[in-house]
């Protein structure tokens, strides 16, 4: 396990919360608040309200309601948990029954109304929720939480009890948590353990049990919220929140749907603010997992590749399995911040060794080369026919001695290595027991990372068992990819949070000059021509080619004289959508008769098809490029998105894009084509140019704009080919595409 100092950027901010003295009342929204001028061009929140839950999760006074203590009753259990939760809490407790006088020796009130005091959690054991919602709202009760099942989860008809349910709540003024939720934060988390702790969320309790069971390795946890169906308290208002408490290290999430998008990015971008990692386990990759994750808690589950960029936009390390989710919170909550990103493979097989640095440099990990004057250093220990540049082999018998540690300080010592990784791959007592001892010991005096992997089936193993599991300094896996995983996912968070710049800060608040010319250019409901399209990229400065258009073949002659030979002749009209499929587009036509017969053939394939123009368009032939295409769609969780990537028939063959949801910067515009297959072709093939890139950018944060300020009116925007010429030369849009919402 690892150790109990956190990193700089999270024991900065337990010192700014200690500093800040006067504390919340409670059930208060803290931190910075939208709604005071912090909105965005399009009226959305560009900060999160984060609510004061101190007193959910330690509250003063709970009144359970349907509280009974009757035997085979399933509320008598629920009961008797809340009743050893509350005093450990020191919380007094209020059972709430019609027909009871005393529950398990307590008294018992026959309503809310009765209560002996404002109570600032009520735990409802009722099937309907919705009467004593309205109840409570009268006795001012702060927080509630629903256990009832039957909402959203079981389709229509639930999903409309749960609307009456959240307006209900909203009413009242209290904060809800549930329905279709369970005991799981009122669980007995282990007090005698210190250290950065993990919180814990989840919209499936079962699935949060093995992260809550590190407690048993020494992982301290300091809370559990187990959102269910989420008709009010939601996934980000607990990432928000965790994100601000001292003890917290890293949020571990098991996210099945998520209810806003927008929060929950505000939510990341608070806790990446705060410097505290954000992990989770987001279903819904596949069809079936999504159908799945909705009969469950009825939350959209959106578009993956969308949610999966907006959450490494925003910094949340995203992971597949529960065991991932474990080692990865883990480590990223307790160890301390990296001195730096080269990574050192140190063990007893070559084989081993070889094996472990293949998977690591594949991920993406960087194992430098240590120099030749610590290669001479290790070669004093270690024989010289054995390769020490990294990985390093020790052969074996150097472990069994005094030799073992030598090694061992001399790798941490390097100020290139800021993480040592030693893969044991099963128990050979007479060397890995002196292994194991030896890289704890060397843990404890050293502010660097030190990662095992124990490789045996068995984990019965006293140096597994007592040596490794027994140490807070040493991170301890059991496979070779969850310790890379996790690993990586260390590097990254810090490196991401280091100097980090919220794209909210630099959201726009107010619209553009380009934005009242492209409102008047807006059809509601309709898609625009590709003229009207064109236009509508010329009015966010965006270069499109010397076109003209025409509606007669004289006219077509001198626009093409205009605009200049060769000329693409190309039919425009609204709901045009294919026009090379139906031959709509003639190309490198480069005299007066080409002209005329291209006009004629042209309006001729209209009259055929059905098609209503509103003219030809005469534009200038644009080659020596890459064609690229930039989009906006509309994502069902997160709103506008913007999409880059290879375009042309390229788009529909290879699939190679990437997206992101704005507001983002440069950095992130320029990680959107880092992440293309085909990003080599920007920096030219074959002898070619190098292209402009910066060009392509800049069109890529200009189209983000208008997704920003157009988003209530623009359903989808598709600038396909974008031509992207030799450097210093720009990038013209040859082709647009938009439909109006």
Request: glycine residues 10%.
């Amino acid at each position: 396990m690892l150790g109990s100092t956190h990193g700089t950027l999270t024991t900065d901010f337990r010192a700014r919360v200690v500093a800040c003295g006067e504390q919340p009342a409670p059930g208060a929204v803290h931190g910075r608040a939208a709604g005071e001028g912090d909105l965005d061009v399009s009226g959305r929140p560009l900060y999160a309200d984060v609510p004061d839950l101190d007193r959910f999760f330690r509250p003063e006074s709970v009144a359970v309601i349907g509280a009974s203590d009757a035997e085979g009753r399933p509320n008598t259990g629920i009961t008797r948990q809340l009743l050893d939760w509350a005093e450990r809490v020191g919380a007094r407790l209020h059972p709430v029954h019609p027909t009871r006088d005393t529950v398990f020796g307590l008294p018992c009130v026959a309503s809310v109304a009765e209560l002996p005091e404002q109570v600032d959690l009520a735990v409802l054991l009722v099937g309907d929720p919705i009467p004593v919602i309205e109840e409570l709202a009268e006795s001012k009760v702060k927080f509630a939480v629903a256990f009832a099942s039957g909402f959203a989860e079981t389709g229509e008809q639930g999903a409309a009890a749960q609307e009456r349910l959240a307006a209900a709540v909203k009413r009242s003024g209290l904060r809800l948590l549930g329905p279709n939720t369970n005991l799981n934060a009122f669980e007995r988390f282990r007090d005698d353990l210190e250290g950065p702790a993990i919180a814990l969320i989840t919209q499936s309790g079962h699935q949060g049990r093995p992260v809550f069971t590190l407690q048993e390795l020494g992982v301290r946890l300091s809370h559990w919220a187990p959102t269910g169906n989420e008709a009010d308290l939601e996934t980000s208002d607990f990432i928000s929140y965790f994100a601000e408490r001292p003890e917290v290290g890293a949020i571990a999430c098991y996210v099945e749907g998520l209810k806003d998008g927008r929060a929950f990015l505000l939510a990341a971008d608070r806790a990446a603010r705060a410097g505290v990692p954000v992990v989770a386990v987001k279903v819904g990759r596949t069809e079936a997992g999504a159908r799945m994750a909705a009969s469950h808690t009825g939350k959209l589950t959106g578009a993956d590749d969308v949610v999966d960029a907006a959450m490494r936009q925003y910094g949340v390390i995203r992971v597949d399995g529960l065991d991932q989710l474990q080692d990865t919170a883990a480590l990223l909550a307790r160890a301390r911040r990296p001195q730096a990103d080269g990574v050192v493979v140190y063990s007893i097989s070559g084989g081993t060794g070889a094996h472990f640095s293949d998977l690591a440099t594949a991920a993406g990990l960087r194992l430098p080369s240590l120099s030749a004057a610590k290669q001479a250093e290790l070669h004093e220990w270690i024989p010289p026919y054995l390769n020490v540049a990294n990985p390093v082999d020790n052969g074996g018998h150097p472990v069994g001695d005094w030799r073992g540690r030598k090694i061992i300080d001399a790798i941490l010592a390097d100020p290139s290595v800021g993480v040592l990784i030693c893969p044991i791959t099963g128990p050979f007592p007479p060397m890995s027991d002196k292994l194991a001892q030896d890289l704890v010991d060397a843990a404890e005096q050293t502010d660097k990372l030190v990662c095992v992997v124990w490789g045996s089936p068995l984990g019965t193993e006293a140096a597994y068992r007592e040596t490794l599991l027994g140490s807070d300094r040493v991170a301890t896996f059991r496979t070779f990819g969850n310790c890379i995983g996790a690993v990586k996912a260390y590097l990254s968070h810090h490196r991401f949070t280091t100097g980090y710049r919220s794209p909210f800060d630099e959201a726009p608040r107010v619209p553009s000059p380009s934005f009242r010319k492209a409102q008047a250019l807006m059809r509601p409901g309709q898609q625009l021509s590709e003229h009207a399209a064109k236009q509508l990229l010329r009015a966010y400065g965006i270069r499109v080619p010397r076109e003209q258009l025409v509606t007669s073949a004289a006219a077509a002659v001198r626009a093409a004289g205009l605009v200049g030979y060769p000329v693409v002749m190309k039919a425009s009209g609204a709901r045009l959508a294919h026009k090379t499929e139906l031959g709509l587009v003639k190309v490198g036509l480069t005299s007066a008769s080409q002209i005329r017969d291209a006009y004629r053939e042209l309006t001729d394939i209209a009259r055929y098809e059905g098609v209503d123009l509103d003219g030809i368009l005469v534009c200038q032939m644009v080659e020596r490029g890459v064609e690229m295409v930039v989009g906006v769609g509309h994502d069902s969780l997160f709103g506008p998105t913007v999409t880059v990537g290879l375009g042309g028939v390229l788009v529909e063959v290879l699939g190679d894009a990437a997206v992101r949801v704005p507001p983002f910067g440069e950095a992130q515009a320029r990680d959107m084509l880092g992440e293309l297959r085909g990003r080599a072709l920007l920096d030219g093939v074959r002898g070619g140019p190098p292209l402009d890139v910066d060009a392509l950018v800049e069109v890529v944060l200009r189209v983000q704009r208008m997704a920003l300020e157009l988003g209530d009116e623009l359903s989808e925007l598709d600038i396909n080919p974008i031509m992207v010429l030799p450097r210093g030369q720009g990038a013209v849009a040859l082709d647009a595409l938009a439909i109006c919402r």
